[in-house]
Every structure is written in C-alpha cells, then in structure tokens.
C-alpha cells in the first residue's frame, strides 16, 4: 500500500509592519487580503482602488513572495511608477526587482530576452506611428494594387485596421465588415499588404507598439520552454484597470497565470469606455467563467461625491443590464442634489454654463476645480465662443485641438481661398490634398494661379475657378481629374448665394469629393465627418464668411495659447474635455452638455444594445467626476444640418432614467 505525503513549506511567523486593518476599511482589507487563488475585485468610482491594489502588492511582499515573482500590468507606466513608488515608501525598501509597467514595456522587456526564437535579433527597433505609417506605404508600393482605381485606404488608415485586427484577434473581412464597410471588397487586396507589412518587418529587425503584444504572446504560445519558465516564475500576476482590456491582453494574462492561478484583476465594469479601440468588455464580465474558483470583492465606499451625487450615479447605470450588481455609498456629508437645466438653444446653454461659472467663481471657487464635460469635442463649440466672449480662461484636454484638426483645417482652406484668392497658405493646403502634388509641385502651381487670377478677377463670374482652369497645363497628370473637380467645387462656392454664407459652403465641399477623401485617409471618418457637419451647424450663427473665419481664428488662437502655458502655472482655467479624457479625474464642480439623444447617446450607439450600455456606462462616469457639484443640460432646439432646418431636441433617455426626486430641476428665464 502506498500513500502521497505532502511536504509542506516551512515559514516563520509573518510580523507585518503594516497595520492593514487600520489603513484600509473593511471591504478594501478583504480584497488585500484575499488567500491566493483568481480574484476579481470591482473597485467603484471614487473608491481607492490604487490604494488597495498598492496594498495588496505590499501585503503579498510582507508574506514572503520575492518582488520578481509579482508582475503588475497597468496601462500607464505613470500607474505603473506611483504604485511601485507607494509600495516601496511603505515597507521602506527599494522595488527594483518587482515586475511592474504597462503591457507593452512588459512585453518589450521579455521579448529582448527571446526575439531570436522569432526570427528577430535583440537589438530589434521599436517602429513610432510615423515609421509604421512609411513601411506600410512601402508594402502598399510593392503589390500590384493600382490604388486610385480602388480608392484604397492610406497606410494610416491600413496601420489602425491591423492594430484593431490583432488587438481584438479578429480577421481583417471582420474588422472590414464591422467598422470599415467601405473597404469591404478589398479585404484580399489589405490582407495581402498586411502579409508583406509583417515580412518587411522581420527583415529590418523592425517591431511596432502591437507586435509588443501579438509577438510576446506568440512566443508563450509556440515555445513551450519559454512559457513554463514565466508561468513558473510570476507566482501572483495583478492587473489594474482590467474593463480596458483587449482580447490579446486577455490571452496573455490567462496564459500566464495558467500554472499557478494567482491572478487578481482589479477594475469596474460600469467604466468600461473604450470598446471603440478594441477593449473588450467580456474579459472583466466572464471572467468568474473563464475562473470558476474566483472569489470576487466589492469595493463601494465612495470617498469623492456627496450622498446626492452618488443616489444619482446609481440610478444612471442601473438600467444596464450586463453588469455586476453593486451600490455607490457614501463616505462625505450630505450636499446639493443635481441640477438639470434645460436650455433654449446651444447658444443659452452656453450662456448658462458660463453665468454659473462666474458666480460660483465669485463664490471663491477655483476655476481649476470646474470641468464642462461631453461626449464628443464639437458638442462645445458654442461654448468654446461663450467663453472666449466673456472673458472666461478655459484648457482643452481633449486631444488634437478642434480647429486644428486636418480635416476641419481642409474645409475651412477653401471658404479661405474664396474669400481671399491671394491666401497662399490656404491654396498650396488644397492642392496638397490632390493626388502627385507635393511642395514644389503646390508651389509652382500657386505661381500659375497667381498669374492667371490678374487676368480674370474683375471680368468673371467665377474668377478663381476660372483661374484654376486657365492653369491647368501646370498640373500633373495624376491630378488632372481631381484638379478639374478641384475647380468645379470652387465654382459652385463662388455662387453669389453661396459665397456669403460658411454654413452653405462647407456641405458643398463635404459632397464634392471630400466625403470620399475622409474615408481614404482617416480611420475615424465616421466622427471626422460628423465634426464637419456640426461645424456646417455652428457656421449658421455667423452673417458672413469672414466673421466665421476670424472667430474661428480667435478660438484657434485662444486653444493654441493655452497649449503653451507651462504645466505648473498657477493661473486659474476651467477644463473642457471629453468624458473619454476625463476618466480617471475628479472635479469639486462638474457640467455635463448636450445631454440631448442622438448626441448623448450619439446616434450609432444607439442601434445597439451594447452601444447603448456603453453610452450610459459613459455618462455614468461623466457624474462621478464630481465632488460636490453637478449639472446636467440639453437644449430643446438644435440647429439642422444642411437644409434641414432647426430641430425639436428629445432629452438624453440617460436623465429619464434618473427619478425627478434625486434632481433639481432649473429653469431658466430671460432677465426682465
């Protein structure tokens, strides 16, 4: 008769030098302390989750794991920096040796260590946007693919179709038919770049941002020596921000903690807000049936809202169905409920907003400590002019600044060449756009034009589109059937019924041919496209062409001078940004705008039911931003876009959800 004798590891007594039951409170302590084994821990808006996280890496280092058994992956080296910081100010030693960073420099660091199992060497170059952008244009080059008779899309727009395909591990017919539906008969054609794009790069011992991912995956996956030997050595993987998570991320967490099981993931799925770039908010929802042994923990002691700001936060995303069940609970005193506004038009929304501002400004707070958030940048157009007007200091934190963006700087270049045919700037930023016209070529055609247009600006009808034609002998081949719909677009532009109105010219250059250009050349030309016609809405207030331009070239003027502050000013502005940009923030005093349906929720969203819960997920962070003070707002009319005229505005589904007794409800009237 045999029998199986354990052998069990001697430890000493553990003395902790942390007092983790008075550091933390009851719900944070079980997550810390959680025996090992998979665990998912919810950690609610506002309710320490860096905190428990850091002390759960504490708490594993004080049980004896050695700090290079621990990986933490977080998506910012910045979170990656702070909790490793924190740890090591705790326990008072160096974390040198613990495994943190984001996946990306995680995956650098391995794959340095293997790239010679991959066909690379290890002095392997990391490719930037740019680089990628040139050795796809390069791929594109090489293939038999005549690409104006296709409209095929530009390397950019073919770098984020490969990125989406590999993050998500979906096939490029996939990815096509579901973001991308006007490239859907060149799938074979873009499959076939691709192919040669990752052949081209093995060959220059080249890697971009997602072959970090992809190709550290492949190498656990296909060498098993190299994946038992991580699976051996990270005893207990932690992941911070786990609703951000792709597929591919997903992949390679549980492949690692696939020997050991110790994988704790901490996150919340009501701010899960990315799916548009690939996150997928499956991985924190089954993760307790990817990990049936799982224990989960609830962290919902919010320390940053008032109780009224929270009744109102559990109430925006209780209609979503696929979620984790929990409840937002105070930790601060009592304070005002929500306000929900309802305004005349955008023009009174944004007279609201900065009224309100100033008075409590008045009220001695702080600029600083107020955002105005939305769900898409041109949602603040008419406040952007609001403030500027009034004198209002303000910081943009939503990416690329508005009017500075390509395609906005595109279409406003031709109402600039028909106001002012000696703009240079803005005709040589024209025939750039046009196929086989680069620098030397705009500028020898600008001095073509130059010549032709002293000849026609007094006896034409159409002086600049006749000038354009008269220079089309200068004109390269490649562009001759571009350049005369080039001139054909500024000939309906100069319509004596057009020309004076910004409003009537921009759709007129978006059906012209620039429509078609956004879907070549941008990735995003679904969002780039309702920028432009927003823009065309904005345009309406505006008498004259002119005016149009030199307000927008005074907001342009305002955003791009506040980009030069220093980082550490001391001068007070009030912060516009996307709710996207503002995850992860807190402000005493918080204006969500345009809470109107089909911009909030936007229209896309809201042909599906998994669209929709994002958009309320998103809302739902929008609310919990704010510590003391929110204010939820809509216009009842909106103007239309093109001829359709001004339109009765439905207010967001997301306030109706919210019972009226959990907001105040302001109306506004005119002072008499």
């Not at 990656?80 to 984001?102: F, P, Y």
């Amino acid at each position: 008769m045999s029998r199986d004798y354990v052998l069990q590891p001697f430890q000493s007594a553990v003395h902790l030098q942390i007092d983790y039951a008075r550091e933390l409170n009851e719900q944070q302590l079980a997550a810390v302390i959680a025996p090992p084994g998979p665990a998912l821990v919810i950690a609610g808006a506002g309710s320490g989750k860096t905190r428990t996280l850091t002390y759960r890496v504490a708490y594993l280092l004080e049980q004896g794991i050695p700090p290079d058994r621990i990986l933490l992956l977080t998506f910012t080296n910045k979170a990656a920096g702070e909790m490793m910081r924190r740890v090591a100010d705790l326990l008072e030693q160096e974390m040198a040796s613990l495994w943190g960073g984001t996946f990306h420099s995680i995956g650098n660091r391995i794959l340095r260590q293997h790239a010679k199992l991959l066909g690379f060497e290890r002095d392997f170059t990391i490719m930037d946007r740019e680089d990628a952008k040139h050795l796809i244009s390069t791929c594109v080059g090489e293939s038999d693919i005549d690409v104006k008779a296709t409209r095929f899309p530009k390397a950019e727009v073919l770098g984020d179709i490969f990125s989406l395909a590999v993050n998500t591990e979906k096939p490029i017919p996939q990815i096509l038919g579901e973001e991308y539906g006007y490239f859907d008969t060149l799938a074979l054609q873009i499959e076939d770049v691709q192919k040669r794009y990752a052949a081209r790069k093995r060959a220059t011992n080249a890697m971009d941002f997602d072959d970090l991912l992809v190709l550290w995956l492949k190498l656990l996956r296909d060498h098993e020596e190299v994946r038992e030997h991580y699976q051996r050595r990270f005893q207990f993987i932690l992941v911070d921000e786990y609703q951000d998570t792709n597929k591919l991320q997903s992949d390679l967490i549980d492949l690692l903690a696939a020997r050991h099981h110790n994988v704790m993931v901490v996150g919340d799925d009501a701010q899960s807000i990315y799916a548009w770039r690939g996150a997928n908010f499956a991985n924190i929802l089954k993760f307790p049936e990817r990990y049936p042994n799982a224990k989960t923990y609830k962290i919902e002691t919010n320390y940053r809202s008032t109780p009224e700001i929270l009744n109102a936060a559990n109430a925006a995303i209780a209609a979503n169905v696929n979620q984790f069940a929990k409840q937002l609970t105070p930790a601060r005193k009592s304070g005002s409920k929500p306000a929900l506004v309802t305004c005349g038009d955008a023009a009174e929304q944004a007279a609201f907003v900065a009224q309100r501002v100033l008075e409590l400004r008045d009220e001695g707070m702080d600029l600083n400590k107020m955002a105005v958030l939305y769900r898409s940048h041109f949602h603040a157009l008419e406040l952007q002019l609001e403030f500027t007007r009034r004198n209002i200091p303000f910081s943009i934190t939503s990416g690329i600044r508005f009017f500075e963006q390509a395609h906005i700087k595109d279409v406003t270049a031709y109402l600039k060449l028909v106001s002012n045919p000696r703009d240079e700037l803005a005709f040589k930023r024209l025939v750039q756009l046009l196929p086989g016209v680069g620098g030397k070529g705009a500028e020898k055609l600008w001095k073509s034009f130059e010549a032709g247009s002293r000849n026609t600006q007094h006896a034409i009808r159409s002086p600049i589109a006749t000038a354009l034609q008269k220079c089309s002998a200068s004109v390269p081949k490649k562009a001759v059937t571009a350049w005369s719909q080039f001139a054909a677009t500024v000939a309906q532009l100069e319509e004596k019924t057009v020309r004076t109105s910004a409003a009537k010219m921009i759709p007129i250059v978006i059906e012209a041919g620039y429509d078609d250009y956004l879907k070549e050349n941008f990735a995003n030309y679904r969002s780039r496209l309702d920028d432009l016609k927003q823009l065309a809405i904005f345009a309406q207030q505006f008498e004259t062409v002119e005016e149009f331009l030199t307000q927008m070239a005074l907001l342009t003027n305002v955003e791009a001078e506040a980009d030069k502050q220093p980082a550490d000013r001391d001068d007070e502005r009030i912060r516009l940004s996307t709710i996207h940009q503002a995850k992860g923030l807190e402000f005493d005093v918080v204006f969500v705008i345009m809470l109107c349906d089909g911009l909030f929720p936007s229209a896309r969203s809201m042909e599906t039911e998994e669209g929709e819960e994002e958009e309320r997920r998103l809302f739902y962070v929008a609310i919990t931003r704010a510590r003391n003070e929110v204010y939820l707002s809509y216009p009842l009319i909106r103007a239309g876009y093109g001829n359709s005229g001004a339109t009765m505005q439905q207010p967001s589904r997301f306030i109706g959800e919210i019972p009226k007794e959990l907001v105040d409800e302001w109306n506004l009237r005119a002072f008499a």
